[in-house]
T-cell receptor
Framework: DTAVSQTPKYLVTQMGNDKSIKCEQNLGHDTMYWYKQDSKKFLKIMFSYNNKELIINETVPNRFSPKSPDKAHLNLHINSLELGDSAVYFC????????????FGPGTRLTVL | GEDVEQSLFLSVREGDSSVINCTYTDSSSTYLYWYKQEPGAGLQLLTYIFSNMDMKQDQRLTVLLNKKDKHLSLRIADTQTGDSAIYFCAERYLNDYKLSFGAGTTVTVRA
């Protein structure tokens, strides 16, 4: 009965590869997010979708492409992985209202070798 | 984030109170959050406060908001070893989806 789930939990890959991280929420929320946490634990938003529509797109390399097939899923595809992409990526969700609290998934630790 | 600042480390003895501090950029309508991250885990929402409130208490947690100084604090009473974690302060404007996080305060509870 996990509210916000992510797969995989760990991802180790070589530079130059393409990889995807998946996120699903069963809370019935309309808005989903991707955050990146770097090695210093600093958290920064990358993208947000509301009802499958992109509403936040921070300054992120265009190698990162989010995809929302439906409002319960938000996937993150990364092309041509670089060493600097190594981080923990968190998915989150909230109700449609901008007053609503964001609930986070367990994170995906990506290591690029 | 550059808009939200926190002290980086706090060491506290088991049974004592912990106070974690945060400063933020002001807005007429802002939500302020405290999240907890245990080692290797995701972020767990602890509590939040709206900027028209001064204080919020929830069991061992007390949030104090000083709007004049743009200062937010989280007090944990009777700190336990299970409270060892990183605590993030986050700010969100009323009509904005985006959360801005502080760098996190690592709390270490010693016996």
């Amino acid at each position: 009965d996990t509210a916000v789930s992510q797969t995989p939990k760990y991802l180790v890959t070589q530079m130059g590869n393409d990889k995807s991280i998946k996120c699903e929420q069963n809370l019935g929320h309309d808005t989903m997010y991707w955050y990146k946490q770097d090695s210093k634990k600093f958290l920064k938003i990358m993208f947000s979708y509301n009802n499958k529509e992109l509403i936040i797109n921070e300054t992120v390399p265009n190698r990162f492409s989010p995809k929302s097939p439906d409002k319960a899923h938000l996937n993150l595809h990364i092309n041509s992985l670089e060493l600097g992409d190594s981080a923990v990526y968190f998915c989150a969700s909230s109700q449609d209202s901008r007053r609503d609290t964001q609930y986070f998934g367990p994170g995906t630790r990506l290591t690029v070798l | 984030g550059e808009d939200v600042e926190q002290s980086l480390f706090l060491s506290v003895r088991e049974g004592d109170s912990s106070v974690i501090n945060c400063t933020y950029t002001d807005s007429s309508s802002t939500y302020l959050y405290w999240y907890k991250q245990e080692p290797g885990a995701g972020l767990q929402l602890l509590t939040y406060i709206f900027s028209n409130m001064d204080m919020k208490q929830d069991q061992r947690l007390t949030v104090l908001l000083n709007k004049k100084d743009k200062h937010l604090s989280l007090r944990i009473a009777d700190t336990q070893t299970g409270d060892s974690a990183i605590y993030f302060c986050a700010e969100r404007y009323l009509n904005d989806y985006k959360l801005s996080f502080g760098a996190g305060t690592t709390v270490t509870v010693r016996a």
